[in-house]
Every structure is written in C-alpha cells, then in structure tokens.
C-alpha cells in the first residue's frame, strides 16, 4: 500500500479555511520573525488600551456627582481606575499578540509565542518612553513657566526698585549711611567686647550676644565645662530678672525640650523615610506583577492566533 500527500481527510488537531498543509517529506518550515506583524501588534495593542481607558475616563467621569454629592470616596476611585486600568492594558495586549501571530503566517507555536513577546516588549518599551518623554515636557514647561514668571517678576522688582531708588536717593546721603552703619559696627563691637564682664554690669546686647554665643557652643560641643554653664546661668539670670537656681531650671527645661524635638524630628523622619521605602518597594513588585502577567496574555494570544498546521493523507492500494 503506497501513500502519498494529497488533499483528503485530516489528521491534524485542527481545520478551517485558514489552516496551513504542511506536505509529508516537504523540507520544515523556517522559523522567522516580521517586524511588520509585530509592529501592527503594537498598533492594534495601543489602540485598543486607548479607547478602553477614554470608555474608564468616561465612566468615571458619570460618576461624579458634586450636586447631590454621590461620587465615590478617593481609595474607591483609585482602585477601579487602577483596575480598569490593567484590564485595559491586559485586553489591548492580548488582542495585539494575536493579530501579529496570525499576520505573521507562521504556523509554529513558538515562533507565534515569540511574536506576541515582541509585541509585549515592544509596547511596554514605547510605553516607558513615551510616559518618560510626557513627564520631561511637564517639567520643561513648568520650568519654562516658573522661568518666565521670575523674569517678569525680576523686571517688575526693577521697575519698582527703580522708583524707589530715585525717592530714596533723594532722601538719603552718604554721611545718614555712613553714621546708620557705624552704630551698628558699634553695638557689635560692645556686644563681643563685654565677653566675661559681670552680667548686671552688661546691657541687654551684650548678654544676649554672650548666651547666643554659649548656646551655640552647647548644640555644637555638647555638654558645656562647669564654668561656663556657671557663666550662662548668671547671664539668663541677670536678662530675665530671675535668680540663678531658676535660670539653671529654666535652661535645664529647655534643653530637655530641645532634646525631645530632635528626637521627634528624627523619628518623624525615619518613618517618613521608611514609608517611602515601602512604597517604592509596592510600586515596583506590583510594576514586576503587571509586566508579567502582561507577557502571560500576550503569548496566550499570540498562541491562540497561529496558524494550524494539517497534515493530509490518503491511501491508494
């Protein structure tokens, strides 16, 4: 009994009009990859996810309601956008790699599988660069914008500054200037000369200038040497009015206080700082979950769109 490839009945595990023969003892077919079924993919992919999310806008748009104040709360907004978003995505990928398994005419499940990966990749890397490119034109403009609005504030201060200068100069000379300066130069000078003099002896410049002196060597030092805390004792004393046991009180009360808002201020900033991680942390796996589920979709579409392969024979005795 001899056997030869002709057209009769099927072996093959599927049939339609668009199923591919391949003839027993005719060489295998080559695998290869067109570009131009893979690019349609993209096309039909992007497409598609842009009128499913104008439908979603759409439908969340009918569900505000400010008049009799019916719109759903902000979490319950977010979650169905995220949703549809996916959905949206997910539907317009499949659909995509589909189309480009089937354009590509290859009659190979994995070829078609490859082609729908291209098809996923490819969206997903005009995608990244498309929201990028939309991101960096956002911040030029705002940056443009706050540009424009500071050189028209800068002229305006110089208009203003103008005028005013004109006035001013008219009011003023150079030995008010020189007098205005030169007694400011002094109250430093009386400030910073009067270090170690007797607190009740000092006026009120001078201790302020000595306790801001103190104080900052106490943030930046640490603990101050017995002296001088002696020192700052007696000049808060003298410029309160109050005795020395209470200055000591008082200044005791606030550097408790000034020690529990820094501990406030760096545990505020942990959780800040570990809140953030968190979410960054969120962001990416459910960024990792949505790729590759997208991957999933789109070789189960582009399987779903290759080609058949029949094998036919028939028998003559």
């Known amino acids: 009994m001899n056997t030869r490839p002709v057209a009769g009945t099927s072996t093959g595990p599927r049939t339609g009009p ?62 169905g956008g995220g949703i549809w978003l996916l959905a949206s995505h997910l539907i317009g990928l499949g659909l995509g790699a589909y189309a480009a398994a089937r354009l590509s005419g290859t009659a190979d499940g994995t070829d078609g599988s490859l082609h729908g990966l291209s098809v996923w990749a490819t969206g997903t890397l005009f995608s990244a660069y ?96 017995q002296p001088e805390q002696e020192r700052l004792a007696a000049l808060v004393a003298a410029e309160a009015g109050i005795s020395p046991d209470e200055a000591r009180a008082r200044i005791q009360q606030t550097e408790q206080e000034a020690q529990q808002a820094l501990q406030r201020a760096e545990e505020e900033a942990r959780q800040a700082a570990d809140t953030a991680a968190t979410a960054a942390a969120t962001a990416a796996y459910w960024t990792f979950a949505a790729l590759l589920l997208g991957a999933i979709v789109a070789v189960l579409g582009a399987r779903a769109g290759t080609r058949a392969v029949l094998a036919r024979t028939t028998s003559y005795h």
């Open 130 to 225: 498309l929201l990028g490119s939309v991101v960096s034109s956002a911040a030029g403009t705002a940056a443009t914008g706050v540009s424009n609005m500071l050189g028209g504030l800068a002229q305006g201060a110089g208009n203003v500054t103008a005028m005013v200068g004109g006035e001013a100069a008219a009011r003023t000379d150079t030995g008010t200037l020189q007098s205005v300066s030169q007694g400011v130069i002094d109250r430093a000078r009386e400030a910073l000369a009067a270090t170690n003099a007797a607190p009740d002896a000092m006026n009120s410049d001078q201790r302020k200038a000595e306790i801001g002196r103190l104080v900052g060597r106490r943030v930046t030092d640490g603990q101050l040497p």
């Open 18 to 79: 668009d199923a591919t023969m391949a003839v027993q003892g005719a060489p295998s077919l080559r695998g290869r990859l067109s570009w131009g079924a893979v690019l349609a993919g993209v096309v039909i992919a992007l497409a598609v996810s842009a009128m499913l999310n104008t439908l979603g806008v759409a439908i969340g748009a009918n569900l505000v309601d400010a008049a009799e104040r019916a719109t759903p709360d902000a979490a319950s907004m977010g979650i």
